[in-house]
């Protein structure tokens, strides 16, 4: 199994992007699936999760901001995030849990993209 996150960039405050992750061999949306984020110097951290019927959790930094879904076929798990801030400046990862439920705890997941790059200047 290979998750593949895309969608990161350069913006500037205020803007928006979407990050997609699709993996090979596995169905995204058949298990929960979350979306970390980790910044130059700082440890990973939890950003969304997404659970097998579609129930979803925010970090209290995003929410609000940011939103966690799927596509219908449940290949692609999605990460829209409006608003950016330069403290969402981060390397931001995609994961697929072990079970159908997402969690906070990145023990729980099984596999996990390389992540993509997002820098927010201001």
């Known amino acids: 199994v290979q998750l593949q996150a895309s969608g990161g960039g350069l913006v500037q405050a205020g803007d928006s992007l979407r990050l997609t992750c699709v993996a090979s061999?596995?169905?995204?949306?058949?298990?929960?699936a979350g979306w970390f984020r980790q910044a130059p110097g700082e440890e990973r951290e939890f950003v969304a999760g997404?659970?097998?019927?579609?129930?979803?959790s925010y970090a209290d930094s995003v929410r609000d901001r940011f939103t966690i879904s799927r596509d219908d076929a449940k290949i692609a798990v999605y990460l829209q995030m409006n608003n950016l801030k330069p403290e969402d400046t981060a390397r931001y990862f995609c994961?697929?849990?072990?079970?159908?439920?997402?969690?906070?705890?990145?023990?729980?997941?099984?596999?996990w993209g390389r992540g993509t790059l997002v820098t927010v200047s201001s």
């Open positions: 994961a697929s849990s072990r079970t159908l439920g997402w969690s906070r705890v990145e023990t729980e997941y099984t596999h």
């Open positions: 997404l659970d097998w019927s579609g129930g979803t």
């Open positions: 061999g596995r169905t995204l949306g058949d298990y929960g």
